[in-house]
């Protein structure tokens, strides 16, 4: 049985998702949004373009049925970055600290979400008319995109997961290489 009926309209389900999860109003209003990385939590603007992403994220979130938990996320991630985000650079970049995270707290999730977004049709990032989408029902938008739809992992999908392993890899190396020469040469400053 789902979670998010088939008849229920995206802007009827998304108050009980945001409700679910505490996110008042999505949070797409605050100048602020926070990742929590253990007991920190790294405060980042929330820029337009993260804004318009998340509007898409939170409705295949309620279509896919994954739960905005840690795990959830990183399904999601993985979902989305196996469907494409067409060009929606921060959704890329935000999909792939999940799928990072994924390769090393949830590895099976991230496989199996990765080939189910392997199998579906498209994701909603191709279409970014969110008013049109908060008139649609769930049903249709999975229909639409194929979610249900079991398909045989080929050896290409497998591929492709692995390749997005070492980019998501590669990627989080990289930045952690930067942050550390930043630390290196303030601390060097400092002295």
């Not at 929590?36 to 980042?44: A, D």
């Not at 739960?67 to 792939?96: F, H, P, Q, S, Y």
């Amino acid at each position: 049985m789902r979670k998010y009926d088939d008849a229920l309209l995206v802007k009827d389900a998304l108050p009980v998702y945001f409700a679910e999860y505490h996110f008042a109003g999505g949070g797409y209003d605050k100048k602020w949004f926070r990742i929590k990385l253990g007991p920190l939590f790294i405060p980042l603007p929330n820029i337009k373009s993260r804004v318009d992403a998340v509007k898409i994220h939170d409705i295949h979130h309620l279509v896919t049925e994954y739960n905005a938990d840690w795990k959830g996320e990183v399904e999601i991630g993985a979902w989305e970055i196996a469907a494409g985000c067409e060009r929606v650079t921060v959704a890329w970049l935000l999909n792939l600290g999940s799928f990072f995270i994924g390769i090393f707290f949830f590895p099976t999730a991230l496989y199996k979400a990765f080939m189910k977004g392997r199998h579906t049709i498209t994701s909603l990032y191709y279409n970014t008319n969110y008013e049109k989408l908060l008139n649609k029902s769930l049903g249709e938008l999975r229909s639409k995109l194929g979610v249900d739809r079991v398909l045989k992992n080929s050896v290409r999908d497998q591929l492709l997961f692995f390749a997005w392993c070492i980019i998501a890899l590669i990627y989080h190396i990289t930045l952690l290489a930067v942050f550390l020469f930043v630390v290196y040469k303030v601390f060097i400053f400092l002295i």
